[in-house]
């Protein structure tokens, strides 16, 4: 009888020790949980930042570009006023091309108007000067 009363109280310390493990396994899947919870709060968080930091390189960029095409405008605009001024060595297509590749990166971004047409391109004569004789855009 006495050995049954000893498995039946060794049996009684298994249960409470396997309950015991039962608990901290829960309170240790818990702490994880909320471990992991935080974590991909953080790389949400991470992720939302290089976001906005990566619009605003961008568009600090494109102004930067904008402001340098405005410039080289008012030089062009300027230069066509000089009668004097070889309008040939102006890269007309080169300065479209890199504008139509500023305008394909941001749909959204205004349009930079160019110099085409108007008075700005014509020299003394009234006649439009072409940059070169290869047919080029009129400035």
């Known amino acids: 009888m006495e ?3 000893n498995q039946v109280e060794d049996q009684d310390r298994q249960i409470a020790d396997l309950q015991q493990m039962g608990v901290q396994k829960d309170l240790k899947i818990a702490d994880l949980e909320k ?3 935080a974590t991909k709060d953080e790389a949400a968080k991470a992720l939302i930042n290089f ?3 990566k619009h605003d390189i ?3 960029a494109k102004v930067s570009a904008a402001i340098a095409m405005y410039k080289i405008q008012l030089q062009m605009a300027a230069e066509a006023q ?3 001024f070889e309008k040939s060595s102006w890269d007309v297509e080169g300065w479209k091309a890199r504008l139509a ?3 394909d990166d941001d749909d959204d971004a205004e349009d ?3 110099l ?3 008075d700005a391109g014509k020299d003394q004569g009234g006649e439009a000067s072409g940059a070169g004789g290869d047919g080029a855009a009129k400035v």
């Open 3 to 5: 050995t049954y009363v």
């Open 35 to 37: 471990e992991l919870r």
């Open 51 to 53: 976001d906005y930091e």
């Open 58 to 60: 961008t568009q600090d």
């Open 82 to 84: 000089d009668p004097a």
């Open 101 to 103: 590749e500023l305008e």
């Open 112 to 114: 930079i108007p160019m």
């Open 116 to 118: 085409e047409g108007g």
